[in-house]
């Protein structure tokens, strides 16, 4: 494939894992190879995970030469930096611009931690749990305004942050109380936007595949 | 020339003390301005982090950062000074995964095992902080700080484990982080409340202490509740 680097990456990965999915499009972002080395979640987990990241034992993890990276956006700062001559940067050149793509990276997590409450938890508190899930929408919302991404003209950080969790809202609004109406319109034509790049358009599955997924793995998350 | 920098904090607060912190080691002349979190929260702290209604808030001219990590990288990257980060990518990215660890794994069973009354609760946190202890203990293998010779980002995310780690201590008599089971951490933070270009920012330890005494039945309380949600 074309502009493709062989720089010695693999990528410890999960093929459905939201936090995998954004150090994928930020490899392809990037126009950087790598190997794709899809581990066992439920069930034993490899010993190559296990020495990759022995603190979580979670995917993604990223090896570089054999040195392992984890946290998702640890993940993808370290390639936006170890790779600073390839592709695009990820994050802005402007320190208060790098603040707020930060700031903002680290609360698009909330899509994902509040979701899991909105299917978790029953009565009153799955209602709070649903009034908190529509609030960090509106939240994101606010932020991206009318911009086409959340850095501005550029696809970036925020961005591929907050975009693997997009496919996951059907599945809250099925097994949680939500309704994927409630998604602000805005925030719903960037999902469309985003989907429209090669990089997120090969890393993302779509919202039935999730939910497929859930499905079987329901005990895991919790899901009734 | 740079525009004025202010930081809104609050004594007692180990977030803020972190924002504090990145300023002091960057040699960055700051105003602070305290909030008075026992009662309201002033106009200004929910003007300029209406997300998360929260100290620390750094203003720098008209620009507002909130959350103490993206604080202190904002301040590394914009002001001259020692660096904060270390220069190499994969040295970086230990620090901030080290620094994210402390943050969402580390802090929530460490500080639950101190507030707690006991119980078996309370003895499963302190299992969970004994299992991660070790890990920290390891990242500071033989150095003084965990940035090295000089304490950098890592020792500011790392730094509730110092002055407040220190109270918190005294006044629940909980004693984890001891020189017999974690001889490293134990002198880094004896180096950190007594280091030289932290001294503007460091909390007075009887002042601090005297806080914690003072609000330790509402700390109690707000880790019980805390944990029914």
Request: hydrophobic letters at 40%.
């Given at each position: 494939?074309?502009?493709?680097?062989?720089?010695?990456?693999?990528?410890?990965?999960?093929?459905?894992?939201?936090?995998?999915?954004?150090?994928?499009?930020?490899?392809?972002?990037?126009?950087?190879?790598?190997?794709?080395?899809?581990?066992?979640?439920?069930g034993?987990?490899?010993?190559?995970?296990?020495?990759?990241?022995?603190?979580?034992?979670?995917?993604?993890?990223?090896?570089?030469d054999?040195?392992?990276?984890?946290?998702?956006?640890?993940?993808?700062q370290?390639?936006?930096?170890?790779?600073?001559?390839?592709?695009?940067?990820?994050?802005?050149?402007?320190?208060?611009?790098?603040?707020?793509?930060?700031?903002?990276?680290?609360?698009?997590?909330?899509?994902f931690?509040?979701?899991?409450?909105v299917?978790?938890?029953?009565?009153?508190?799955?209602?709070?749990?649903?009034?908190?899930?529509v609030?960090v929408?509106?939240?994101?919302?606010?932020?991206?305004?009318?911009?086409?991404?959340?850095g501005?003209?550029?696809?970036?950080?925020?961005?591929?942050?907050?975009?693997?969790?997009?496919?996951?809202?059907?599945?809250?609004?099925?097994?949680?109380?939500?309704?994927?109406?409630?998604?602000?319109?805005?925030?719903?034509?960037?999902?469309?936007?985003?989907?429209?790049?090669?990089?997120?358009?090969?890393?993302?599955?779509?919202?039935?595949?999730?939910?497929e997924?859930?499905?079987?793995?329901?005990?895991?998350?919790g899901?009734? | 020339?740079?525009?004025p920098?202010?930081?809104?904090?609050?004594?007692?607060?180990?977030?803020?003390?972190?924002?504090?912190?990145?300023?002091?080691?960057?040699?960055?002349?700051?105003?602070?301005?305290?909030?008075?979190?026992?009662?309201?929260?002033?106009?200004?702290?929910?003007?300029?982090?209406?997300?998360?209604?929260?100290v620390?808030?750094?203003?720098?001219?008209?620009?507002?950062?909130?959350?103490?990590?993206v604080?202190?990288?904002?301040?590394?990257?914009?002001?001259?000074?020692?660096?904060?980060?270390?220069?190499?990518?994969?040295?970086?990215?230990?620090?901030?995964?080290?620094?994210?660890?402390?943050?969402?794994?580390f802090?929530?069973?460490?500080?639950?095992?101190?507030?707690?009354?006991?119980?078996e609760?309370?003895?499963?946190?302190?299992?969970?902080?004994?299992?991660?202890?070790?890990?920290?203990?390891?990242q500071?293998?033989?150095?003084?700080?965990?940035?090295?010779?000089?304490?950098?980002?890592?020792?500011?995310?790392?730094?509730?484990?110092?002055?407040?780690?220190?109270?918190?201590?005294?006044?629940?008599?909980?004693?984890?982080?001891?020189?017999d089971?974690?001889?490293?951490l134990?002198?880094?933070?004896?180096?950190?409340?007594?280091?030289?270009?932290?001294k503007?920012?460091?909390?007075?330890?009887?002042?601090?202490?005297?806080?914690?005494?003072?609000?330790?039945?509402?700390?109690?309380?707000?880790?019980?509740?805390?944990?029914?949600?």
């Amino acid at each position: 494939m074309a502009g493709e680097i062989n720089k010695g990456l693999v990528l410890l990965d999960y093929w459905v894992s939201p936090f995998g999915q954004r150090c994928r499009i930020a490899l392809a972002e990037k126009g950087l190879s790598y190997e794709s080395s899809e581990q066992e979640l439920f069930g034993a987990k490899s010993e190559l995970l296990l020495r990759a990241n022995p603190v979580h034992k979670k995917v993604p993890v990223l090896l570089h030469d054999g040195r392992p990276v984890a946290e998702s956006l640890v993940i993808v700062q370290y390639i936006d930096e170890a790779f600073p001559c390839t592709g695009p940067a990820l994050l802005p050149a402007d320190p208060y611009a790098r603040a707020r793509a930060r700031f903002w990276a680290a609360y698009s997590d909330q899509v994902f931690e509040v979701g899991k409450r909105v299917w978790q938890l029953k009565g009153e508190e799955r209602k709070q749990a649903r009034e908190e899930f529509v609030r960090v929408l509106k939240n994101l919302d606010g932020e991206l305004g009318e911009k086409p991404f959340f850095g501005g003209e550029a696809f970036g950080f925020v961005d591929l942050a907050l975009v693997p969790f997009m496919p996951w809202l059907p599945s809250y609004e099925r097994y949680g109380e939500f309704s994927v109406a409630e998604v602000p319109p805005r925030l719903a034509a960037w999902t469309r936007r985003c989907g429209e790049r090669e990089s997120v358009a090969k890393s993302l599955y779509p919202a039935e595949k999730v939910n497929e997924f859930l499905a079987q793995h329901k005990d895991d998350y919790g899901i009734e | 020339m740079s525009p004025p920098v202010k930081l809104i904090g609050f004594f007692g607060s180990p977030y803020a003390h972190r924002a504090e912190a990145a300023l002091c080691l960057k040699g960055v002349p700051y105003e602070l301005m305290l909030e008075d979190l026992f009662n309201a929260k002033s106009e200004l702290l929910l003007k300029l982090n209406p997300i998360h209604k929260k100290v620390p808030v750094l203003i720098h001219g008209d620009r507002a950062i909130s959350e103490s990590l993206v604080i202190a990288e904002y301040v590394d990257e914009t002001f001259e000074g020692p660096p904060l980060l270390p220069s190499d990518p994969y040295d970086r990215a230990m620090a901030r995964f080290w620094a994210h660890f402390i943050e969402n794994k580390f802090i929530k069973p460490f500080f639950m095992a101190h507030w707690l009354e006991e119980g078996e609760v309370r003895e499963a946190f302190v299992k969970e902080a004994k299992e991660l202890l070790p890990l920290l203990e390891e990242q500071l293998k033989g150095k003084r700080f965990f940035g090295g010779d000089a304490p950098g980002y890592l020792d500011i995310a790392a730094s509730m484990l110092a002055p407040t780690r220190m109270a918190v201590q005294e006044v629940t008599g909980v004693a984890l982080i001891n020189d017999d089971d974690y001889p490293a951490l134990s002198q880094w933070a004896r180096e950190y409340i007594s280091n030289e270009a932290l001294k503007p920012c460091m909390p007075d330890k009887d002042q601090l202490l005297a806080y914690f005494m003072k609000n330790k039945e509402m700390y109690k309380a707000g880790v019980k509740a805390m944990l029914q949600k």
